[in-house]
């Protein structure tokens, strides 16, 4: 199969690293995968946060469409116009787009073009496609299959789709979970010493571990506020954080400061040569909001890692862990999530049994072969 996936963004966040991972992994079995994604502006970060030198480092070619941060409507006749030369000397077999943008740039594409190329679409938000004119157009006319993290949004999606009279079929919906390498998170070994001894963490301790951008929107207040509750019953609990963010003093350095949490709570930043290490000196996790990647794969390298999780109940998240079995779901209120915080923290057997449960799920749920596997009988399945 020859295959064109968009991506309109440079960023090495959110949904680049998984719509990579998919590229490699069909062309891992032989098909011809192109990725067409923006260009990094001139003053950016490292080449090794940009999508385009990623992708060209790990040997897919990417194809560079034009920014054009005043009009998307310049923006759509630019890239088509690109895009259509690019089509005219390379038979596509499948368009798969990654975001509305990009699904209005295939689908304009097919006014222009003497053969018709499938059209896929994913929705990496996590959470139901926001209804709109353009959405129904796009599902209506050019869609030949979307795709979705769980079953639970397929089917909230499909509901959705029906009330604004989209005639999309459910037979051209699926639901395939986010995926990550799941590799390294199982080979990770025991906490290192001197690491802890860093982080002021003692062999009693029991480390609580938030691997999120540091954002007004991710609920850190309620977590805070949680940590205040469960300490009165563990004084020993300690809340590792991972993360940066612009407003970092205004969402945590105060607020832990005036709840008096400055030796239970570890701020760390960001972290990438020691990733590993960090996560190995969390006992379990904690995931309140889901970020731009919709398919939160935080928590799933921590589920990888032997890790259990409590999520809230909000966007996928319940759809990735199993209440009571390898985590906890819970209304994140700060009453709920501190007697969560507590469950987890007083009952060591209880967590190791969630860890091997959450391993075990994301090995077979969750891995980049497993989620290359479904994509491709997607794409066979609309070919025939």
Request: a positive charge.
């Amino acid at each position: 199969m020859r295959i064109l996936h968009i991506y309109s963004d440079w960023k090495w966040t959110g949904p680049s690293e998984p719509i990579l991972n998919l590229c490699l992994g069909l062309k891992k079995h032989g098909h011809d995968v192109r990725l067409a994604c923006l260009p990094a502006p001139f003053v950016c970060a490292p080449k090794k946060r940009i999508l385009p030198s990623v992708a060209m480092g790990k040997g897919i070619d990417p194809f560079i469409i034009k920014p054009n941060k005043l009009a998307k409507v310049i923006m759509l006749w630019q890239n088509t116009r690109r895009l259509l030369y690019y089509l005219k000397h390379n038979k596509i077999d499948i368009i798969h787009a990654h975001s509305t943008f990009d699904h209005h740039l295939a689908g304009n594409l097919l006014n222009y073009i003497s053969y018709r190329p499938k059209i896929v679409r994913t929705n990496h938000t996590g959470y139901p496609l926001t209804p709109s004119l353009r959405s129904k157009s796009l599902l209506s006319n050019s869609t030949d299959a979307y795709i979705t993290f769980s079953e639970s949004l397929r089917q909230r999606d499909m509901k959705y789709f029906s009330e604004y009279k989209a005639t999309i079929t459910p037979d051209k919906t699926w639901a395939v979970g986010g995926a990550i390498n799941t590799t390294p998170f199982m080979s990770m070994g025991q906490p290192n010493r001197e690491l802890k001894a860093r982080y002021g963490i003692v062999d009693d301790d029991v480390v609580v571990g938030i691997i999120a951008r540091v954002q007004r929107h991710r609920r850190f207040h309620i977590l805070l506020w949680a940590m205040a509750r469960a300490l009165k019953e563990i004084p020993g609990l300690k809340l590792l954080i991972l993360g940066r963010g612009t407003y970092y003093k205004d969402i945590l350095v105060d607020p832990i400061k005036k709840l008096g949490l400055g030796n239970n709570v570890i701020l760390s930043g960001y972290h990438i040569s020691d990733y590993y290490d960090m996560i190995s000196l969390m006992d379990f996790g904690v995931y309140l909001v889901p970020g731009s990647d919709g398919s939160c794969r935080a928590v799933l390298e921590l589920m990888s890692s032997g890790k259990p999780v409590i999520a809230a109940r909000r966007g996928i998240l319940p759809d990735i862990i199993d209440d009571g079995r390898n985590g906890l779901v819970v209304d994140d209120r700060p009453d709920n999530l501190a007697d969560a915080l507590v469950a987890l923290a007083i009952d060591k057997e209880k967590r190791m049994q969630f860890g091997i449960n959450a391993r075990a799920k994301a090995i077979q749920e969750f891995s980049i072969e497993k989620q290359v596997d479904k994509i491709m009988g997607i794409y066979e399945k609309i070919l025939r």
